[in-house]
Nanobody, 118 residues
Framework: QVQLVESGGGLVQPGGSLRLTCAPSERIFSITHMGWYRQAPGKERELVASITYGGSTKYADSVKGRFTISGDNAKNTVYLQMNSLKPEDTAVYYC????????????WGKGTLVTVSS
């Protein structure tokens, strides 16, 4: 069973930066999208950013201009550079990789906690 391993979360002051990394335990073939979601306490999980295999990106309005998603297709690795962090960015961040042809499969990480606080 493929596992996605996230790293890079932690405690940071407002205005600070963090870089999240997500890599699978084994190679995933036919990737269509890679992305990051987050879930804050008492809220639903929401899309933060995604990137297609071809490099097209999409961002939640709340993070545009502050977060940057990038991917390394050869390593099946996806990154999320988070700058100018705000307390409202505090959440558990989950990595997602979608893959397949006729049938799409979603892989999820277990999440990494990002806390923005002074």
């Amino acid at each position: 069973q493929v596992q996605l391993v996230e790293s890079g979360g932690g405690l940071v002051q407002p205005g600070g930066s963090l870089r999240l990394t997500c890599a699978p335990s084994e190679r995933i073939f036919s990737i269509t999208h890679m992305g990051w979601y987050r879930q804050a306490p008492g809220k639903e999980r929401e899309l933060v950013a995604s990137i297609t295999y071809g490099g097209s990106t999409k961002y939640a309005d709340s993070v545009k201009g502050r977060f940057t998603i990038s991917g390394d297709n050869a390593k099946n690795t996806v990154y999320l550079q988070m700058n100018s962090l705000k307390p409202e960015d505090t959440a558990v961040y989950y990595c997602n990789i979608e893959a397949g042809w006729a049938t799409l499969v979603d892989y999820w990480g277990k999440g990494t906690l990002v806390t923005v606080s002074s």
